[in-house]
């Protein structure tokens, strides 16, 4: 089946095909489906009032879990181990006597939670970039230590309600298993791969082409780059890379550091600006693995975290992944230029902040 040789491609307005090498798989990009008009499913938007101090939030400063654990008074990062663990360090070996079609392997690990901030009614966008510092030393500290023993340690944050968050008090987690997860060991297969055939790792000669193409790329400075990846299937997916060749978050400088706090701080911003909204999210750190992995030979591995936004036409309106997206393959409605230039061209400032710093203009 052939195309009509009579009209020019337009990326905006007709469909096709985008290679994902992190999971040699493919992407149906359909951007005129934009134009679509929406009666689906309307979201309630998140909740804009949040206290401060909630005595019965279990995540704020000095109060009592349903452990019966009490927090101590923290004023900056806070780590405990979660009190609903996925993964127990102890849980027994299922056997190996299994038949083929209905397999089993033993799954052990922990399951830690981190309080980014004392206070509730911030996020990370919010925060002060020495206080986002904090955050990225303390996640630097959880890979040391857990990596020591274990094969992966995934750091992830789930943002809103939306993205299945049950507590909106800034928190992430962190998961350390005796095993290497399905998504983590493909993307180690194609990163090698890549590595063996091509002499240099997949994302740092991604990263160079980004820097010079330059029409995914949301924001950047000397140390980091985002950009909306070429592969993208979320609407406002992006994916945060360093400029130099690192292999786990723990090996980054004081300096890289300090600029990576900067373009979190950014990113945030222009998410939260595009709607107006505490923008939801599921984001999460990949790196080298980890534990006995640690005396291997790497170097096909680039540090990287993905930040996977549902959110679509407005603060209400979300990209659902069913239908074709389950059944054949990921699809996304608007392509990743368009999606990088509007996050590009928000303001920096945060709408909270501007809104703030307006009432005080108006009581002077």
Known sequence: MSGNQDVSFDPKEHQHLRYNPLKDSWVLVSAHRMKRPWAGQVEKPPEEHIPRYDPHNPLCPGN?????????????????????????????????DQHPLFQSKAARGVCKVMCFHPWSDVTLPLMKKEEIVMVIDKWAEL?????????????????????????????????????LPNEPA??????????????EPLLVQYVKQEA????????????????????????????????RHILRINELTAEERESLAAIMKQLLTKYDNLFEVSFPYSMGWHGAPTGPHLKEDNS???????????????????????????????????????AAQKLRNLPEEHYKTRENRKKEEQRK
């Open 300 to 338: 096909h591995w680039q540090l990287h975290a993905h930040y996977y936004p549902p959110l679509l036409r407005s603060a209400t309106v979300k990209k659902f992944m069913v239908g074709y997206e389950m059944l054949a393959q990921e699809q996304r409605d608007l392509t990743p230029e368009q």
């Open 186 to 199: 493909l993307s180690d297969r194609c990163q090698r791969a890549y590595y063996q055939k091509n002499g």
């Open 212 to 243: 010079e193409k330059k029409e995914r790329v949301v924001v950047e400075n000397s140390d980091w780059l985002v950009v909306v990846p070429y592969w993208a299937t979320w609407p406002y997916q992006s994916l945060l890379l360093p400029r």
């Open 64 to 96: 009592t879990r349903a452990s019966g654990e009490v927090n101590p008074s923290y004023d900056s990062t806070f780590v405990f181990e979660n009190d609903f663990p996925a993964l127990q360090p102890d849980a027994p070996d299922p056997g190996s």
């Open 143 to 179: 890979l040391e230590e857990l990596g020591a023993t274990y094969p992966w340690v995934q750091i992830f944050e789930n943002k809103g309600a939306m993205m299945g968050c049950s507590n909106p008090h800034p928190h992430c987690q962190v998961w350390a298993s005796n095993f």
